[in-house]
């Protein structure tokens, strides 16, 4: 049984206790007269007749149970968080801080266009600067999260074949090392997966490609550099397949990181692309704020991108709705996608430049490289032994797991002991054991040399003592977690504890 | 070493297919598969009725690792699925061979196993691909 290390706020809560400083002013003096008064004028069976479930507690109750919390959290902002396909870079605290300017805060979502002119040039600002780093014709920052932008992407697809009156084409091409979102996507827009695989060297399998493509196909869904962490070096004889059939591309944003300032997706083929901004564009994810998949297409597809997007009249900005763009495939939020997580991308950009912009990719994949070639030198197994690294690489403990019963996970909880957090664990699927590690380009090299020292303790480890693995994480506020049973008995609910029980 | 028994044949996608008496065949996961995919959290098996074309993908079983797609080695109708697996996915990690079947089917053509990998062919598969 594990201890429990901070009870939920709401086992804090005694009736009435409260922090009046901290109350909206509509809740005290002349504001609760007014409230009262709205409140009666509420037909009666309308009215609540008991007090919603929300915990009251003191203001210093609420400081120390969330400084608990943030203690207990292991986070990019405590330690080196290398999570292969995800980005986990530094999230610079300028953007936060200037994407909280008040008059961006204050501002209202509704608030007319001639209202909010500075916001809107921001917005303006970064679909450009978007279109310009992926060549892409035209960019919408509606989606809300990265697999909202699949989906806006593979909807738009699907509208442009519509729109042609090619109704047979309801097929996407994924090759297996795609992200499980992929298919997932694919299958949600109402399309037939086709599996296609890839070769011993990381690329897509051409023979199999070449195969797949027909009047059925509506497109392919690529990762470049894919989840194998390496460049996909065919993919100009892919877009002309696909192309070829009548299908189009869409390109997958995860690791746009590696080639970011490099190589552009537009000038590769793709038709389509959505980008994770809370990764490559450093916004706060995983679990700190939510994310925002804006989509960038080429021009056949401009008049399908979701609303709103803002456009620019000489001076002015406006936002571009169903009215200017018949075809869109309509909107995929309420208001504009989230404001406050684009700023902040917008932020980032524009505090890197063109040419800090180029620096990332060339620093992200400097990182993973130098890591790759230093624990291979220590004795771990690559999984790609002949590719250079893109932003992320793979290595494979199916040595380790079959002579020695140490497993992939082992490693990864004993990093914790270590002060890192453990690279994404058996992804991609394609690889047993294996660790996807992504350092990003925000790491220090002392940073980088104390990881592999980390590795290289914990490989000693496995032919010593195996036990230290296989009971880690020893140091943690909680050891080895049952995730069988996590998975298996979800309970996500806090609910009261009668008290007569 | 995972366990290969020799009264079955095998998929080179990891799936095992033994004929009953009756003319029927039951189909579920290798202990290789059961082995790499790890501990099994849920499974999803086809419902009787269902006609499936050799090497459809027709059940679902997901880990903590992962979610893979089951494929079903020969043509045939699903006539029974095991409904154990709902309640209890590890009976495939206990006994994939055994009580973790996942359906039955009224093949297309008994024959239809022949095509398919003998004990020693499987395992030389196994050998092959590192396993």
Known sequence: ?501 | MSHIPADRRYAKSHEWVRLLPDGRVEIGITDHAQQALGDLVFVEVPEPGRVLGAGEACAVVESVKAASDVYSPIAGTVLENNADLGGAPELINQDCYGKGWMMRLQPVSPDALDALLGPEAYAAQLAAEGG
């Open chain 1, 1 to 501: 049984m594990n201890q429990i290390l901070e009870k939920s706020i709401f086992e804090y809560s005694r009736e009435g206790r409260g922090a009046a400083a901290q109350q909206p002013p509509a809740l005290v003096g002349a504001g609760a007269a007014a409230a009262h008064e709205a409140q009666s004028a509420l037909p009666a069976a309308l009215r609540r007749r008991s007090k919603p479930l929300l915990p009251e507690v003191s203001e210093l109750d609420v400081v120390r149970h969330f400084t608990r919390l943030s203690q207990l959290n292991f986070s990019i902002d405590t330690n080196f968080y290398p999570l292969g396909s995800c980005t986990m870079k530094y999230n610079p605290k300028a953007c936060n801080q200037y994407a909280m300017l008040p008059e961006f805060l204050a501002r209202h979502p509704l608030a007319p266009d001639s209202q909010g002119q500075g916001f809107l040039s921001c917005m303006v600002e970064l679909q450009e600067m978007l279109e310009e780093v992926t060549g892409m014709k035209a960019v919408s920052l509606n989606p809300m999260a990265g697999a909202q932008g699949e989906f806006a992407g593979v909807a738009m697809i699907r509208a442009y074949h519509h729109a042609r009156g090619d109704l047979a084409r309801n097929e996407i091409i994924v090759p297996e090392a795609a992200h499980g979102t992929n298919p997932a996507t694919a299958t949600m827009c109402g399309c037939v997966v086709r599996e296609i695989p890839v070769d011993a060297e990381g690329d897509v399998d051409i023979a199999a490609l070449e195969k797949a493509v027909g009047p059925h196909t509506a497109g392919i869904m690529l990762t470049n550099p894919s989840t194998l962490g390496v460049f996909e070096r065919k993919i100009q004889e892919v877009a002309r397949i696909v192309h070829g059939a009548g299908g189009l591309l869409y390109y997958d944003g995860a690791n746009l990181n590696a080639i970011l300032g490099k190589v552009r997706p537009g000038d590769m083929g793709f038709d389509v692309i959505h980008m994770n901004l809370h990764k490559t564009f450093s916004t706060p994810h995983g679990g700190g704020g939510p994310g925002a998949g804006a989509v960038g297409v080429s021009a056949r597809l401009e008049p399908f991108l979701p609303v709103p997007v803002v456009g620019r009249e000489g001076e002015a900005y406006r936002w571009l709705t169903e009215v200017d763009r018949p075809q869109s495939i309509g909107r995929l939020s309420a208001f504009m996608g989230n404001a406050g997580v684009l700023l902040r991308a917008y932020i980032y950009m524009r505090m890197l430049g063109r040419s800090g912009m180029s620096q990332v990719g060339e620093f992200a994949t400097l990182n993973a490289n130098y890591l790759l070639a230093r624990l291979r030198a220590a004795g771990f197994d690559l999984a790609y032994p002949t590719r250079r690294a893109s932003h992320e690489f793979i290595i494979t403990l199916r040595r380790q797991a079959k002579e020695l019963n140490v497993t992939a996970m082992d490693v990864a909880k004993r990093l914790l002991d270590y002060g890192f957090h453990a690279p994404t664990t058996y992804f991609p699927l394609l690889v047993p054991e294996c660790l996807l590690i992504e350092p990003t380009e925000t790491e220090s090299r002392e940073t980088l040399d104390a990881f592999v020292e980390a590795m290289v303790a914990i490989l000693a480890e496995t032919e010593t003592d195996a036990a230290k693995l296989k009971g880690a994480p020893w140091t943690m506020p909680v050891r080895r977690l049952d995730d069988v049973r996590a998975a298996k008995q979800l309970e996500l609910t806090w609910k009261p504890v009668n008290s007569a029980a």
